[in-house]
């Protein structure tokens, strides 16, 4: 069986934030086993799985990827968009736009320390469609 649904999440500043809690909301009876995929589409932002304990990985992330794509390079044709619209892109490429997650007993079987984050590469990116589907 599959079992699809759209959501938009809400505005959230540029950075790496969890959004476990919100991917869970949308499903309060998950399969008792089965694969849950998430898809963001979008281009200048992105989907990652690591800790979600201590909010300082978040922001080590956010300083790692801004010296490893930095704004403002004379290299970048792609400006129009603003400064952070090259990078951001460039970033989500690097991250990926889906991550794929067991579902075991009835919850998605994340390790302990393990969130979903969404990676907002723009300044102002404004609200991001999730499709999420349930293979079980």
């Given at each position: 069986m599959i079992e699809q649904k759209e959501i938009s999440l809400p505005r959230f500043n540029r950075g790496f934030h969890l959004i476990t809690h919100i991917i869970e909301d949308q499903f309060p009876s998950l399969?008792?086993?089965?694969?849950?995929?998430?898809?963001?589409?979008?281009?200048?932002?992105?989907?990652?799985?690591?800790?979600?304990?201590?909010?300082?990985?978040?922001?080590?992330?956010?300083?790692?990827?801004?010296?490893?794509?930095?704004?403002?390079?004379?290299?970048?044709?792609?400006?129009?968009?603003?400064?952070?619209?090259?990078?951001?892109?460039?970033?989500?490429?690097?991250?990926?736009?889906?991550?794929?997650?067991?579902?075991?007993?009835?919850?998605l079987s994340l390790g302990t320390w393990q969130g979903v984050y969404l990676c907002e590469f723009r300044n102002h990116g404004g609200r991001r469609r999730l499709v999420i589907t349930i293979y079980s």
């Open positions: 399969p008792e086993k089965g694969i849950l995929n998430l898809f963001i589409q979008h281009t200048s932002a992105g989907l990652t799985i690591n800790e979600n304990a201590d909010p300082t990985v978040r922001i080590d992330f956010e300083t790692v990827f801004n010296k490893l794509v930095p704004e403002g390079a004379r290299d970048y044709i792609h400006t129009f968009e603003g400064l952070d619209d090259m990078p951001a892109h460039i970033k989500s490429s690097l991250v990926g736009q889906s991550v794929t997650i067991p579902i075991s007993n009835h919850r």
